[in-house]
Nanobody, 119 residues
Framework: QVELVESGGGLVQPGGSLILSCSAS????????MGWYRQAPGRQRELVAAVTRDGNTNYADSVKGRFTISMDNAKNTVYLPMNSLKPEDTAVYYCDCNLARPGRPLEVWGQGTLVTVSS
């Protein structure tokens, strides 16, 4: 069993900031990578940012320069400070954890946390 606990969503005004965090626990063995995806109403889920255990990062073009992802390997926790938030950042944000398993990696998803950017 693997559990992801997300926190940090909420309502913020345009230009404001929020920090999302997600902690993984359970039978993790090896965490290959963690990341955040988001899904706005009527749209497909999209990658926001991801980080590997080696520290390699990947960002959606729309968040580059505003969001910074990092992972604390010892705590199996990923952080996503989000700055200069825009109304178009409004979405449910989902934490994703990629775990090493024999054969093929296991993908685990969090429940999602709502981020609303509005004045």
């Amino acid at each position: 069993q693997v559990e992801l606990v997300e926190s940090g969503g909420g309502l913020v005004q345009p230009g404001g900031s929020l920090i999302l965090s997600c902690s993984a626990s359970g039978n993790l063995y090896v965490v290959n990578a963690m990341g955040w995806y988001r899904q706005a109403p009527g749209r497909q889920r999209e990658l926001v940012a991801a980080v590997t255990r080696d520290g390699n990062t990947n960002y959606a073009d729309s968040v580059k320069g505003r969001f910074t992802i990092s992972m604390d390997n010892a705590k199996n926790t990923v952080y996503l400070p989000m700055n200069s938030l825009k109304p178009e950042d409004t979405a449910v944000y989902y934490c994703d954890c990629n775990l090493a398993r024999p054969g093929r990696p296991l993908e685990v998803w969090g429940q999602g946390t709502l981020v609303t950017v509005s004045s």
